[in-house]
Nanobody, 125 residues
Protein backbone atom coordinates (compact mmCIF):
# COMPACT_ATOMS: atom_id res chain seq x y z
CA UNK A 1 0.00 0.00 0.00
CA UNK A 2 1.46 3.35 -1.03
CA UNK A 3 0.39 6.45 0.84
CA UNK A 4 1.03 10.07 -0.09
CA UNK A 5 0.57 12.83 2.47
CA UNK A 6 0.36 16.46 1.40
CA UNK A 7 -1.01 19.83 2.41
CA UNK A 8 1.45 20.92 5.04
CA UNK A 9 2.90 24.40 5.21
CA UNK A 10 3.56 27.46 7.32
CA UNK A 11 0.59 29.04 9.06
CA UNK A 12 0.09 31.56 11.83
CA UNK A 13 -1.29 30.51 15.17
CA UNK A 14 -5.06 30.39 15.01
CA UNK A 15 -5.02 29.51 11.34
CA UNK A 16 -6.10 26.37 9.52
CA UNK A 17 -4.69 23.74 7.20
CA UNK A 18 -6.09 20.66 5.53
CA UNK A 19 -3.84 17.67 5.07
CA UNK A 20 -4.58 15.01 2.48
CA UNK A 21 -3.59 11.36 2.37
CA UNK A 22 -4.10 9.48 -0.87
CA UNK A 23 -3.54 5.84 -1.67
CA UNK A 24 -2.97 3.96 -4.87
CA UNK A 25 -4.01 0.42 -5.49
CA UNK A 26 -6.10 -0.02 -2.35
CA UNK A 27 -9.21 1.54 -0.94
CA UNK A 28 -9.24 3.13 2.49
CA UNK A 29 -12.42 1.21 3.26
CA UNK A 30 -10.22 -1.84 3.87
CA UNK A 31 -8.08 -0.11 6.48
CA UNK A 32 -8.31 2.00 9.58
CA UNK A 33 -6.53 5.26 8.74
CA UNK A 34 -4.52 7.15 11.28
CA UNK A 35 -2.78 10.51 11.39
CA UNK A 36 0.32 10.86 13.52
CA UNK A 37 2.84 13.61 14.10
CA UNK A 38 6.42 13.90 15.18
CA UNK A 39 8.00 17.05 16.52
CA UNK A 40 11.78 17.48 16.64
CA UNK A 41 13.29 15.48 19.47
CA UNK A 42 10.01 13.80 20.31
CA UNK A 43 8.45 10.45 19.58
CA UNK A 44 5.81 10.01 16.95
CA UNK A 45 2.39 10.46 18.51
CA UNK A 46 -1.20 9.67 17.63
CA UNK A 47 -3.44 12.47 16.36
CA UNK A 48 -6.60 10.97 14.87
CA UNK A 49 -8.02 7.82 13.30
CA UNK A 50 -10.99 6.72 11.25
CA UNK A 51 -12.57 3.25 11.25
CA UNK A 52 -12.32 1.34 8.00
CA UNK A 53 -15.90 0.14 7.61
CA UNK A 54 -17.59 3.09 9.26
CA UNK A 55 -16.14 6.54 8.58
CA UNK A 56 -18.44 8.00 11.21
CA UNK A 57 -16.38 6.27 13.88
CA UNK A 58 -13.34 8.34 14.72
CA UNK A 59 -10.91 8.87 17.54
CA UNK A 60 -8.83 11.88 18.48
CA UNK A 61 -6.05 12.63 20.87
CA UNK A 62 -7.20 14.97 23.62
CA UNK A 63 -4.77 17.66 22.46
CA UNK A 64 -6.57 18.05 19.13
CA UNK A 65 -10.15 17.16 20.03
CA UNK A 66 -12.53 19.87 18.91
CA UNK A 67 -9.92 21.45 16.62
CA UNK A 68 -9.04 18.68 14.15
CA UNK A 69 -11.41 16.64 12.01
CA UNK A 70 -10.63 13.48 10.07
CA UNK A 71 -12.76 12.70 7.04
CA UNK A 72 -12.75 10.55 3.94
CA UNK A 73 -13.71 10.95 0.28
CA UNK A 74 -14.17 7.46 -1.10
CA UNK A 75 -14.49 8.66 -4.70
CA UNK A 76 -11.07 10.28 -4.49
CA UNK A 77 -9.55 7.58 -2.28
CA UNK A 78 -8.40 10.35 0.01
CA UNK A 79 -8.47 10.89 3.76
CA UNK A 80 -8.26 14.43 5.10
CA UNK A 81 -7.20 15.99 8.36
CA UNK A 82 -8.72 19.41 8.79
CA UNK A 83 -6.79 21.37 11.39
CA UNK A 84 -8.33 24.52 12.86
CA UNK A 85 -7.18 26.86 15.62
CA UNK A 86 -3.61 25.77 15.12
CA UNK A 87 -1.12 26.32 17.92
CA UNK A 88 2.65 26.47 17.96
CA UNK A 89 2.70 23.10 19.70
CA UNK A 90 1.03 21.55 16.65
CA UNK A 91 4.26 22.10 14.71
CA UNK A 92 5.49 18.71 13.53
CA UNK A 93 5.84 16.40 10.58
CA UNK A 94 2.46 14.79 10.02
CA UNK A 95 2.13 11.25 8.74
CA UNK A 96 -0.79 9.18 7.56
CA UNK A 97 -0.77 5.44 8.04
CA UNK A 98 -3.06 2.46 7.69
CA UNK A 99 -3.67 -0.70 9.67
CA UNK A 100 -6.03 -3.63 9.85
CA UNK A 101 -5.51 -4.18 13.56
CA UNK A 102 -8.42 -4.14 15.98
CA UNK A 103 -9.97 -0.70 16.36
CA UNK A 104 -9.12 -0.72 20.06
CA UNK A 105 -5.44 -0.32 19.18
CA UNK A 106 -5.63 2.43 16.55
CA UNK A 107 -3.84 4.98 18.69
CA UNK A 108 -0.72 2.80 18.94
CA UNK A 109 1.97 3.81 16.49
CA UNK A 110 3.55 0.36 16.36
CA UNK A 111 0.31 -1.21 15.13
CA UNK A 112 0.47 0.51 11.75
CA UNK A 113 1.87 -1.31 8.77
CA UNK A 114 2.05 1.25 6.00
CA UNK A 115 3.13 4.88 6.29
CA UNK A 116 3.20 7.90 4.04
CA UNK A 117 6.29 10.06 3.73
CA UNK A 118 5.15 12.89 6.01
CA UNK A 119 4.30 16.53 5.45
CA UNK A 120 5.69 19.41 7.51
CA UNK A 121 3.31 21.67 9.44
CA UNK A 122 4.82 24.77 11.01
CA UNK A 123 2.72 27.07 13.16
CA UNK A 124 4.23 30.46 13.94
CA UNK A 125 3.20 32.25 17.10
Amino acid sequence: VQLQASGGGLVQAGGSLRLSCTTSGRTFRNFHVGWFRQAPGKEREFVAAMKRDNAAVTRYDDTVKGRFTISRDNAKNTVYLRMNSLRSEDTAVYYCAVTQILWAYVSETRRYTYWGQGTQVTVSS
